[in-house]
């Protein structure tokens, strides 16, 4: 499957994606206010913590040798088996510690203990979660994209049901629980979408030889480390700052414009996540990689580009469409968020290439030091500018990340001489 039909499926599932996210933020907006909000994103951020943990981050590396050895049965069938056996083997650790320390947490997260019991459903169900992560990766790696879509367009349709269900009847309670309930609902539902594959059966995931292929994985563990675990514990921190320096109502305003570029950037990371990983993975030419990128460019940016001065345009339609009038003040944040959108995306077309073949030293040490530069950035600024300098500290970061992306891979791929990865 090429780069403009991925692009047009997640364009699908993207569009499905938003309008639920759409009705759920609305629903939440309206009902628990910007205080509630910034809790919700709270717990999403240490959903995504929790998420990579349970499988020591190894998604990535999942997929990159899946997609390289897709036609040799014996080599992914030992891939599928250690991955699920890292996956339950830390899923299990990883609840464990979350029940002991959920009222830690909880007061960490939330600033009271009244949500621990949230904490006790998710070390119950987190094994459930992180095992149907490898179904979606596997989907992923052999390119069955439109099971992997389709799943997931399930998956959102379902948890919008369930958000509005749990939040109309418990307020933000009820929305922290239908978030851990909308992963479970997926595992069923990749089960249903995975059956018919060639790839799924019960031996594949019971073959495992001593090959190097588990140190291979867990080089992906510093990774998945350094980008999603360190990036939102930044995030949680920032949002506990925000309460602290300004007000939890600002926090929200905060969440409320990440996650508007979240929603309309989903069409372009589904994308580079299902297409490109795959893609570069397999590639072992620098001039095919050079061509491939240049695709990259030529097609993804536009769209970014169109869709982020779309959003700038309708942004005072967007907020009455999705929050309330409590949420007006974010109107002055749009446009230094944007502006980091368009870079951050223009950024992730190369740095996905660190991914893709497994430069864990590179990724590691630009990962740390772009994490720690947003927070710095975001500390100055929300000191000097008040809340609108967390969008000019995002902006000015992917600036900077861009630029360094371009200085690595100028003579990866550009100017040295052609040959093999």
């Not at 997609?67 to 014996?74: A, L, N, R, W």
């Not at 919008?160 to 418990?170: N, P």
């Amino acid at each position: 499957m090429d780069l403009k039909r991925t692009t047009l499926l997640s364009a699908i599932y993207t569009s499905i994606r938003m309008f639920t996210a759409m009705i759920s933020v609305k629903v939440m907006a309206y009902l628990v206010g910007p205080s509630g909000v910034a809790y919700v994103g709270q717990f999403q951020s240490f959903l995504s913590i929790t998420n990579n943990t349970s499988n020591l981050g190894i998604g990535n590396g999942t997929i990159k040798y899946l997609s390289e050895y897709k036609d040799d049965p014996s080599k992914y069938s030992n891939i599928l088996s250690i991955s699920l056996l890292i996956t339950i083997c830390s899923s299990s650790i990883l609840a464990l510690l979350i029940f002991i320390f959920k009222t830690e947490i909880s007061l960490y997260l939330f600033n009271t203990t009244q949500y621990d019991f949230i904490l006790l459903i998710l070390s119950l169900t987190i094994v459930l979660y992180s095992s149907a992560q490898i179904l979606s990766h596997a989907l992923n790696a052999f390119q069955e994209i439109k099971k992997l879509l389709l799943a997931r367009i399930a998956a959102s349709i379902i948890g919008l049901i369930s958000t509005l269900f749990f939040v109309f009847f418990w307020g933000v309670q009820g929305a922290l629980i239908a978030l851990i309930i909308s992963q479970c609902i997926g595992f069923f539902i990749l089960i249903i979408a995975a059956r018919t594959s060639s790839w799924f059966s019960k031996a594949n995931f019971l073959k495992i030889k001593n090959n190097g292929s588990a140190q291979k994985l867990l080089k992906f563990s510093l990774m998945a480390f350094c980008s999603i675990i360190l990036l939102n514990i930044r995030q949680i921190y920032l949002r506990n700052y925000i309460i602290l320096e300004l007000s939890p109502e600002a926090a929200g305003h905060w969440q409320a414009i990440w996650k508007i570029s979240e929603l309309y950037l989903t069409i372009i990371t589904s994308s580079l996540a299902i297409y490109y990983l795959p893609k570069l993975s397999s590639i072992q030419d620098k001039r095919e990689l050079k061509k491939e990128i240049y695709k990259g460019y030529r097609f993804l940016l536009p769209i970014v580009l169109v869709l982020s001065t779309l959003i700038f345009i309708s942004r005072d339609l967007i907020i009455v469409i999705l929050f309330t009038e409590e949420f007006s003040t974010i109107r002055d944040l749009f446009l230094y968020q944007l502006i980091g959108d368009v870079f951050k995306i223009a950024s992730w077309i190369l740095s996905f290439l660190m991914l893709a073949k497994a430069m864990t030293k590179t990724y590691i040490i630009t990962e740390i030091i772009f994490i720690s530069l947003f927070l710095i950035l975001a500390l100055f600024f929300v000191q000097n500018s008040g809340l609108i300098g967390m969008t000019q500290a995002f902006m000015l970061t992917y600036i900077l990340y861009f630029l360094t992306m371009l200085w690595i891979f100028r003579n990866l791929l550009f100017y040295q001489k052609n040959k093999a990865l």
